[in-house]
């Protein structure tokens, strides 16, 4: 018989965390998250998320204790006051392939959510769209990048057996380093040195003052996303903490920011891609030893990702974004880069869909975001 358990003890949160190290045990192109950013993320003292959200974990046991699924049910008061829209959202879902488990893992979430006085849910979102989220549905043949989901086939068919429908696909583009246009870089330059002209700036930030640098790259990510569906505004102490994160799995030629006479108006990230790392970190401990395989780690991937693009709305038609792919471009030639994956890619981002079809990038794998109205 399989009963629901509420996670309330350290006993509790350790087994919701080691869950999927046995569950994709036999899956090689699992790439295991790290305990620790697990422990981080969902520490609701410790996250700032919780600063203004809620969240109740949820295991799927059998009768001999042995765990079968999870399953988080959120709420997010800065969705609510962004949208105003009154919906949860479920996240952190693995579960074996059995309708049941999966029925009653979303039982209990649908539950607490409801006591919550929520209109509906989406997800997954690990726990908002500023973290991992999605269910890969298209491209399983190839293992994710960083801070991208990969999960087993089936979750499709779970998740709508609960009642859910698509809500919205996110795309994940491929880039091949050697592909790109080379009519891209005469363009680039050739816009650079217009923007230049015009007092529009382009450079590396500087992850040597990253808490000067944190707040202009704060305001262009809450301006640039604030309409795109799902975005929720990130507060001070979380991009703080989101930019120190970045200090530490990057390199500034993989950052860089523009500025208008000295307004921030636009900014790219990539990160290596250090999932070709830990891909072979099948429990997710990074202690005693694993630590090491991470030192120098630009040495050791030839793979990046494109993390974020933004442009607030009254520089979108300027070229920066054109300029900002070739610097990347020329960054990770120097590093010895061959291939990238820009994302992920909202459906309906239509000018970002155009521009990286425009460079030759490949659309591999689409993930799914799935709603349910009570």
């Known amino acids: 018989m399989v009963q629901i358990k509420k996670v309330k003890s350290k006993k509790d949160l350790k087994a919701f965390i080691n869950f999927p190290y046995t569950h994709y045990a036999n899956e090689p192109l699992y790439a295991p998250d790290l305990k620790l950013i697990q422990k981080e993320t969902l520490d609701r003292k410790k996250n700032p998320f919780f600063n203004h959200a809620e969240a109740e974990y949820f295991m799927a046991i059998d009768d001999k204790g042995k765990v079968l699924g999870r399953i988080a049910a959120i709420t997010n008061e800065n969705y609510v006051k962004h949208w105003n829209e009154n919906y949860g959202f479920f996240g ?3 579960c074996v392939n059995d309708k049941n488990v999966s029925d009653l893992l979303f039982k209990a979430a649908f539950d607490w959510l409801k006591e ?4 509906g849910v989406y997800g997954p979102m ?3 769209t500023n973290d991992t989220c999605g269910t890969l549905v298209e491209g399983f043949d190839t293992p994710p990048y960083i801070m991208m989901v990969h999960n087993m086939p089936y979750y499709d068919d779970l998740i709508k057996n609960s009642g859910f429908k698509k809500r919205m696909d996110l795309f994940s583009y491929r880039i091949k380093i050697n ?3 080379k009519r891209y870089i005469q363009l680039a330059n050739n816009i650079e040195e217009r923007l230049k002209k015009e007092g529009i700036i382009i450079r590396e930030v500087n992850f040597k003052k990253i808490k000067e640098e944190a707040p202009k790259l704060q305001y262009i990510y809450n301006k ?3 309409k795109n569906w799902g975005f929720i505004p990130m507060d001070d102490e979380e991009f703080q903490a989101l930019a120190q994160e970045l200090k530490f799995v990057t390199i500034p030629e993989y950052v860089y920011i523009a500025e208008d006479n000295g307004k921030p108006v636009a900014f790219i990230a990539i990160l290596p891609d250090l999932n070709e790392i830990t891909i072979n970190f099948r ?3 990074l202690l005693p030893f694993n630590f090491i395989k991470l030192l120098n780690f ?3 991937v030839n793979k990046a990702r494109v993390l974020t693009l933004g442009l607030i709305d009254s520089h979108r038609l300027k070229g920066i974004d054109t300029v900002m792919y070739a610097k990347l471009y020329h960054s990770a030639s120097k590093y010895g880069v061959t291939e990238a994956e820009a994302s992920w890619i909202l459906e309906d981002n239509v000018m970002m869909n155009r521009i990286l079809k425009n460079i030759d990038a490949d659309p591999y794998k689409r993930y799914r975001i799935y709603q349910k109205d009570f």
């Open 126 to 128: 690990n726990p908002s």
């Open 116 to 119: 919550k006085g929520v209109d």
């Open 92 to 94: 952190f879902y693995e």
């Open 224 to 226: 640039a996303w604030e």
């Open 298 to 300: 630009k040495k050791k």
């Open 283 to 285: 429990k997710g401990n």
């Open 179 to 181: 592909k790109f246009p």
